[in-house]
């Protein structure tokens, strides 16, 4: 691990209390083998709301003419876990983490729910240490910068709901999804859940919840079907 001073300055941040930003890098794999430490989990609370705020008063002024359901859907296009995950990497958050041996051992610091996490960590360090003003200036120059090109890919569009339109219109099909596979701890559960049409397998995808899993599985779907 990198020292901490080090991702501040790379954020462009000066903490007056930089302990903040140590502990926004603290995954909960750590306590395990550091029982006297504190993990990220509180910050991450509080950094997912604070994200939510700034990206939809983002959205709501960027957008005044769009409808209630289109600007839900851009929103949940910032702030997946997929999307955070790309941002983290961007900054290297993964290279400045803490976490148990185990699961650096297990890929951890490239892991997408693990990256994402310890990303909306961050906010919430930055939400206590700088105020809203400046978590929303740093909200803004990483993840509300990528917009545009979430707009030009249609990366905004529910992916499920893509798919069993087309289903329906070409196939006459709704399409289901099975649970193919989960593994992991309680609290860091892996799915990896396939698409169906009818009895035919069509793709897999993997998430860190079914939900997840489900969308994964119905994006890879759209592209072997060439919908």
Known sequence: MLPIQDFASKINLKFNDISLLELALIHRSHINENKDRAH????????DAVLELVVTEFLYNKFP??????????RSALVKGNHLAQVARRIEVGEYLCMSRGEERGGGRDKDYLLANALEAIIGAIYLDQGYANAQTFISKYILVDIDEILAKNLHIDAKSYFQECAQ?????????????????DHEKNFTMGAYLGEQFVA?????????????AAKSAILKMQW
């Open 40 to 47: 990220n989990e509180r910050l991450e609370f509080l950094g």
């Open 65 to 74: 003419e769009k409808p209630e359901g289109d600007l839900t859907s851009q």
């Open 169 to 185: 219109e070409k196939m006459s099909i709704t399409p289901v999804y099975k649970l193919m596979d989960e593994n992991g701890p």
């Open 204 to 216: 897999s995808g993997k998430g860190s919840s079914k939900q997840s899993a489900e969308q994964e």
